[in-house]
């Protein structure tokens, strides 16, 4: 066998890009940093950076985490309830066209982030802003709006490609780089998972009431559902909600019940997503 030389191939360079996702407002958004240096200053995109010389990519996804929101990945493996500050944290993609970035071959390992609602960010690095932004303002209604049913990924991966076509040509609300696909990606991960599994109470507090749960699953799927089947399904579910032994008024009206997520993991059956 011959020799290594790395001398034969180019060099690249790998960053962690962050799709984090909340509910604010009964509204899907996600976290982007105006930038302040090229290429692409000016431009809205996701928070991310290189990865460093002695990180591995899930200790750089956690640094950038923490850096840009203060928020700390939640080790999945710990019991509940989730740290305040903590987020659930996991990879979603790698990205390795040879032209997104214009100064060099940049591979880009994505994370997804999803944390309860978020108080206002603060830019740092080479961003010079940064916001929470609704994610049809970036992407489209039909990427969130759930009509392009469950499932469907080809009409996402085409809806986000227009979505990068845009931010090509300098929208108004265009994103840099490939981060529309890369925020595209991010949001169908987060329909799907929710169907069959916990992961909507990542953007519940500690504790909350069955109704906001439904309001979050509302505000990933772009749909309405009924209160009553809703209900029914996530405390049917054995483990899925546990009594927190509390009740709240904060969302007005009689006194409702205090749930904080369970052991279990898992929802069956599935509570699929409404055909729009």
Not at 222 to 231: A, M
Request: charged share 20%; hydrophobic share 40%; net charge negative.
């Amino acid at each position: 066998m011959p020799p290594y030389d790395p001398s034969a191939f180019p060099p690249f360079a790998v960053t962690v890009d962050l799709v984090v996702l909340t509910v604010r407002r009964h509204a899907l958004c996600t976290l982007v940093v105006r930038r302040g240096e090229t290429p692409y200053q000016g431009r809205w995109a996701l928070p991310g950076g290189f990865v460093r010389a002695e990180e591995d990519l899930g200790a750089a996804a956690a640094r950038e985490l923490v850096e840009e929101t203060g928020l700390c990945a939640h080790d999945p493996a710990a019991p509940p309830p989730v740290p305040s500050n903590g987020a659930h944290l996991e990879q979603l993609a790698t990205y390795g066209a040879p032209d997104r970035d214009p100064r060099m071959r940049v591979v880009s390992v994505a994370h997804l982030a999803l944390a309860p609602d978020l108080p206002a960010p603060r830019a740092g690095g080479d961003a010079n802003s940064a916001r929470w932004a609704p994610v049809e303002e970036l992407l489209g209604e039909d990427v969130i709006a759930g009509t392009l049913g469950s499932g469907d990924t080809a009409a996402a991966g085409e809806a986000a490609g227009d979505a990068e076509d845009a931010g090509k040509r300098g929208g108004p609300e265009a994103l840099a780089f490939d981060h529309a696909r890369i925020l595209a990606d991010g949001v169908e991960r987060a329909r799907s998972k929710i169907e069959y599994s916990s992961l909507a109470t990542a953007f519940c507090p500690p504790e909350f009431t069955v109704g906001e749960l439904r309001r979050v699953y509302e505000a990933v799927w772009g749909v309405s559902l009924d209160p009553r089947n809703f209900h029914r399904k996530v405390t049917g579910t054995p483990g899925f909600l546990v009594p927190a032994g509390g009740t709240t008024t904060r969302q007005g009206g009689r006194p409702a019940q205090l749930f904080r997520a369970g052991g279990a993991t898992l929802l069956n059956p599935p509570m699929l997503r409404p055909e729009v």
